[in-house]
Structure formats: C-alpha cells, structure tokens
C-alpha cells in the first residue's frame, strides 16, 4: 500500500496537462452535436406511428373464448377404469 501512497503523491506533484482544463467544455459540446444530428423529424414519425398502432390494437375487442371443460388427467372418458368398476359388486 506504500506504494501506491507514493505514486499517488508524486502524481499529484506533477503539473495537469494544459489541455485539460479544455477537455470537459470539448466533450459537452460534441455530446451536443451528436445528440441534436440524431433525433430529428424522423424519430418523431416513427414514436407517433408506433404510439398509434398500439392504440388502434389495444382499442380491437378481443374475440369470444369459450371454456373447456375441466378434465384434471385428460378428457373424461366412458371406458375408464373408474366408470366401468362402478356397477360391480
């Protein structure tokens, strides 16, 4: 840990390159460039479009769906087992 302790304190001797104090004022202003040529008219287009299609299919009413009857192990059937024990002794 030493030295890390001493190679931070001679970084921190060292005068900071002149472009330095520039760089952040540099990056915001290409970060701004890139931003604005990126959205334009159609982003715009698309995000209403997709905004309406969603509408429109939301609004559809969805068809009927019946129910299926309630058959735990399969579809009851009259020559199980169980049916057919039923009138023995």
Known sequence: MDDLDALLR??????APPGLASMEDRVFA???TRTAAR??????????AAAL?????GSV???ASFASPLAP???SSPLAPSTLL???P
Do not use: C, D, K
Not at 53 to 57: E, N, Q, S, W
């Open 73 to 75: 192990l399969g579809p």
């Open 39 to 48: 959205a334009g008219l159609g982003l715009s287009i698309g995000t209403v």
């Open 30 to 32: 290409r970060l701004n």
């Open 86 to 88: 039923m009138g023995a």
């Open 10 to 15: 001679q970084l921190a001797r060292v005068p």
């Open 61 to 63: 009413p969805a068809s």
């Open 53 to 57: 299609i969603m509408g429109v299919a």
